[in-house]
């Protein structure tokens, strides 16, 4: 498997969609009005992008690996204040699932992208390799 940019990887496209999704669910009157939370839940949404974005220009699957692993962190933190949301009655129950759903799925992207990659480091991997622009000039 082959990135050449981070907009490539299918676990920042999922997290784009949740982000935009969360966006939208927060601007309902009710939540507005709960700062604190709005505005949790907007930067956890945000943070995994940017996680998934950030770690990918690094030079290493390391360094790229611990903004993957921050980034499964805010997914599950979106998680833990959807919850919140729906116990506050700021979402409907069917938003509730599909946002969950939503991060779950990104969650488990994000889940087997750390599993491939720390199965290259210690050479169990066989078969296809991730290649980002920096792995390519180290090959």
Do not use: W
Not at 33 to 50: E, N, P, Y
């Amino acid at each position: 498997m082959t990135f050449r940019r981070f907009e490539d990887i299918r676990a920042a496209q999922t997290a784009r969609s949740l982000r935009s999704e969360i966006y939208a669910a927060s601007d309902g009157r009710a939540f507005k009005r709960d700062f604190g939370l709005r505005d949790q839940i907007r930067r956890a949404a945000v943070s995994v992008m940017s996680n998934i974005a950030e770690g990918f220009g690094h030079r290493s699957d390391k360094e790229f690996l611990k903004f993957l692993f921050a980034a499964k962190g805010s997914v599950l933190e979106v998680m833990s204040h959807l919850y919140a949301a729906q116990d506050q009655g700021y979402i409907t129950g069917d938003q509730f699932k599909r946002l969950h759903s939503r991060a779950e799925i990104c969650s488990k992207q994000l889940a087997g992208l750390i599993t491939f990659l720390l199965g290259r480091k210690d050479g169990n991997q066989k078969g296809e390799t991730l290649q980002t622009p920096q792995t390519q000039k180290t090959q």
